[in-house]
């Protein structure tokens, strides 16, 4: 039987390593801009979270961090808190 959390968690490592290879810049600059309007009191949404890549560097600028279904979002990092 085929585990598919540990598939999931396969895919979105190859995929973040990829997209980082690829798009690092875009993702910087996302990071860097998104920074800005981010505070420590708020909680944010994070809506087509994908892997979490983006949310993962940005958990520590905000309270906390709400997705629509996490369940679908496919975490690299599934036991980091968000």
Known sequence: ?????????????????QAL???SKAYHDTIELSKKYLDTDQTALDLGCGTGITTLELVSFVKKILHPKPVNCFFA????PI
């Open 1 to 17: 039987m085929h585990d598919s959390n540990s598939f999931r968690d396969k895919m979105a490592k190859g995929y973040d390593i």
């Open 77 to 80: 990092c599934r036991n980091r």
């Open 21 to 23: 290879k690829t798009y």
